[in-house]
């Protein structure tokens, strides 16, 4: 190896170190203490996650009582596991340590933890006393909004409890506001009664989802990453996808896929598939800009395809009241169009720059690479069993996933060490600890997501309290009751929020906000938009926030791993997701989309076929190729195929047909299509063109 190489070596160690670092801040590790100090966090996470299996099996308690014990849990750890500041200030070192925990920090976790569970120790008195607090309730109540804010700002950043403070602030300053805004406010008795003396504020409906199902969901994928199954999704992938035209970039959309079922970050998808196949789409000649957009758009997309899709998946079914299999029934369409849309999108770039796959020689074979690793699809087909199919829970579903991925994590280094001929008894024990290991991760990757459920259940309070008419008012007036300019109002919103919020936080604010509003504003247009559908909107722009520049956290990921500008690679990431931030719009308009009233599986095939085609069109019109280089005269008859195949109720009233006749639309989409693919026949660039291109690249 030459000097430059290892240089390059050492480079792409050093941007993999860095992605895998914002992904370990993700996860929830912060401090690294020295001594026994270090076993003082990961003893609390593996409390905390046996606690939560208990309540999904044996344990039964009343759910105000499980909400207090989850948000305890968490407080406890962000304040042991996270400093004050993440560098010194004023020269200040002690509120920055990073090798051990702090006692003023020991006192604070003590504090909020108390704090948290007070609605638990004293819930006879609480309801008894719930809207003429006593003097005990209001300074433990304070204390709790204050210190919950703090742990948020900690784990989450300020955003969160910048926006919290907000309308705290408005709630109590309402009546001073200008009359288009003004509040009629509230008082501190009222204020502390509905935010932590009952379940309308932080113990909310967002902090019980996070108690009862996310947490499991969360273990679950912790357990599947522990294991290995993340490597082999992409090693499977490859086997299947990597031959073909730009292979790896089409692996990295197959794996990140298969990864973010069960992973709701962004970021830790992007290191656990990324680091591989991002320099492999290197290799075959994506410039780096564009092999981190790939990695980005596809791990961040991860979070809308069902069954899981994060933690606000389980959110939308408690706020629409509609059984969790309904929303993964809503979600399917759009998720796996935007997907086969992505795969569609590396075939352009490959296409566009000439590239082919990787040697079969160099690619793990597919039937080996399955068997190697069928294991790990075990516990995925159970939950996927459990959910759809006999309809359990999602707890129950996923509490039996946890126990069947515990089984196969204890079992399967022994079976390799016999196979291997090396001693089992290292093996078990080496399995025990990557049992407890998944414990711990779990615990510290539901850090971020029970924090931010509580804290924006400040938010959902506020609202409850009378501000969600004043902010239907408002956006009626903003958008002129026009149901267009509302929803991009609304769009732009949940991106600019969701640039400062996770996912999660970012739908429960703009579901609480904006979803009814939709609603409204389109009942009074004498427009009738679907509850979910309005929900689903909000939840995707807020996972769009992602790899919107200039602070998308998971472009700043991928670019660490490729070496490339993360500015660049965010605007990048959010050009190939434009194919994704059409559907809420079409689907806001086109119920068809998301199922809704639909039961019929060959009716749900052709949606989902046409949704397709209209994506791989829309695509097509945003990168400037279909099967050569676009004219600008092109443009609009790709756009136009979109419309037709994602509207046809919309071409079918143009045309004069009654709605029920309405997929007779979709002919006239793909005789366009077709045309236009004889307009282009003739400019496709010739094999040999190709071929010398390729080399050239690689």
Known sequence: MTELEILKAQENDDGIEAARRMAEEEEGIGRRPKGPAKWVIPTIGVIWSLFQLSIASWLVLDSTY???????????MVFLNYPLFKKPRWGLKYFSQMDRIPLLDYVIAIVGAFSALYIAIDYNGLTTRYGSPILRDIVIGAVLVVLLLEASRRVIGPALSVIALVFIAYSFLGPYMPEVIQFKGVSLNRFVGQMTMSTEGIYGIPLDVSA?????????????????????????????LGRFKGGPAKAAVLGSGLTGLVNGSSIANIVTTGTFTIPLMKKVGYPPTKAAAVEVAASTDGQIAPPIMGAAAFIIAEYVNVPYVEVIKAAAIPAFASYAALLYITHIEASKLGLRGLPKSQLPLFFKTLLKGAHYLLPIAMLLYELIVVRHTPQLASFNACWVMALIMLFQRPVQAYLNKKPIGAAFKQSVGEIFASLASGARNMIAVALATAAAGIIVGVVAMGLGQLVTEIVDILSGGNIYLMLVITAFASLIIGMGLPTTATYIVMASLTAPVIVTIGQDNGFIVPLMA?????????????????????AYAAAAIAKSPPIPTGIQGFMYDIRTAILPFMFIFNSDLILHNINSWPQGLLIFAMACVGNFAFASATQGWFVAKNRFYEIPL?????????????????????HSQRYWAYPIGLIILGLVYLMQRPRIPRAATTTATATAAV
């Not at 499980?66 to 406890?76: P, S």
């Not at 969901?217 to 999704?233: E, Q």
């Not at 995707?540 to 602070?551: Q, S």
């Open 638 to 658: 790709f756009l136009s195929v979109t419309v037709i195949l994602m509207r046809p109720d919309f071409v079918a009233s143009l045309i004069g047909l009654p």
């Open 212 to 240: 009862t199902v996310v947490f499991l969901f969360v273990l679950f994928g912790a357990m599947l990453d522990k294991a290995g199954a993340g490597k082999y999704f992409i090693e499977l992938a490859l086997s299947l």
């Open 66 to 76: 499980i909400r207090a014990i989850h948000l305890a849990f968490a407080m406890l």
């Open 534 to 554: 309005a929900h689903l909107f909000c939840f995707y722009f807020g996972i769009l926030a992602d790899d919107t520049p200039p602070v998308g956290l998971a």
